[in-house]
């Protein structure tokens, strides 16, 4: 079970001292998850795989979520679901030995909250849109060409020279 208020924050003492090779799954399901007022990941769920290694431990997870975002095109509401694999390593050297490494710190937790929003985030596109055609909004009158057309898009006639 993982405390509500930090529900990536992984008690490791027991994995420490068992042997190279050893690993422990731990499932999560967090439900909503504020990153800031507003920006929240809904249904976030997912698995972290800790395994013992001669460093220290190494993370592969696997998380899901969903975000609330807006089409750039037409401003909808768009509920775009987000997947996340990534793999971390921790060790118990003082100085990592590669930029990739995080340290063990000394209170025998690790807190995978920052990989699982980063990554997560990362899935985010730059443009997200409703749907590829999406038509946009009127740049006179905004309406949702998606739903209707407006006397400022008329639809061409067939065999007109537009």
Do not use: W
């Not at 807190?111 to 909004?137: A, M, R, T, W």
Request: charged letters at 20%; proline letters at 7%.
């Amino acid at each position: 079970m993982h405390h509500p208020k930090r529900p990536f924050r992984i008690n490791i003492g027991l994995l420490i001292n068992q042997p190279i090779g050893y690993s422990r799954d731990f499932p999560f399901e967090v439900g909503d998850f504020f990153i800031s007022p507003d920006l929240i990941l809904h249904e976030l769920t997912g698995t972290a795989v800790l395994g013992r290694t001669q460093p220290g431990l190494q993370v592969n997870a696997d998380f899901q979520a969903s975000i609330m975002v807006n089409c750039v095109r037409c401003l909808e509401d768009l509920k775009l679901p987000l997947h996340a694999v990534f793999e971390e390593i921790f060790t118990f050297e003082t100085h990592p030995l590669s930029e990739n490494e995080q340290i063990i710190s000394g209170d025998g937790y690790i807190n995978l909250e920052p990989f699982v929003s980063d990554y997560l985030l990362l899935q985010i596109p730059i443009k997200p849109l409703c749907k590829h055609n999406c038509k946009g909004l009127c740049s006179i009158c905004g309406q949702n060409l998606n739903q209707a057309t407006c006397e400022h898009h008329k639809e061409p006639v067939e065999g007109s020279l537009i």
